[in-house]
């Protein structure tokens, strides 16, 4: 069986990076030149401040699945409550069951609760995600570049 819930950090923070690291050599470590550490200062401070929310997907008490998101009292150019995706994995045995879709949802949902305006969430080009997106009705608004210099 598989459950959806927002947990705290501090009880998720340690398979968070296990799958982080999977999601890490999968999606990003072809383009990305540099070795892959998850800041944990700043999700520590974060989450001290209750501006972290992270949703888990579990399959028999396991995490197979989350969404990291931080939270901000307002956007930079406008004002409102806007949530950031800071990460998005949902492993790959469990794909192609809705996991992605039901973990989205509740974390739409979550965040609704406590004022969240607007979310922004993106996908790596090698895990298109865009039909999870569109499917709960998410519009494709940005491109998103990177250079390594």
Same mark, same amino acid.
């Given at each position: 069986m598989i459950t959806y819930q927002l947990e705290e950090w501090d009880v998720v923070?340690?398979?968070v990076c296990r799958l982080a690291t999977q999601h890490y050599v999968e999606c990003e470590a072809a383009e990305n030149k540099f070795p892959f550490s998850l800041d944990m200062d700043?999700? #520590?401070v974060l989450a001290e401040q209750g501006l972290l929310h992270c949703f888990t997907a579990r399959a028999d @008490?396991?995490?197979i699945g989350y969404i990291v998101n931080a939270i901000s009292d307002?956007?930079?150019?406008? #004002?409102?409550k806007t949530a950031n995706h800071l990460g998005w994995y949902v492993a790959p045995e469990f794909r192609k069951k809705? %996991? @992605?879709v039901k973990l989205l949802a509740l974390t739409e949902e979550e965040l609704r609760k406590i004022g969240v305006q607007i979310m922004y969430g993106s996908h790596t080009i090698h895990a298109d995600a865009?039909? %999870?997106f569109k499917r709960l009705?998410?519009?494709d608004v940005e491109r998103h570049y990177v250079k390594v210099l």
């Open positions: 923070k340690q398979d700043t999700f #520590e @008490g396991k995490i307002r956007h930079l150019h406008f #004002e409102a809705l %996991v @992605g865009s039909q %999870v009705g998410w519009q």
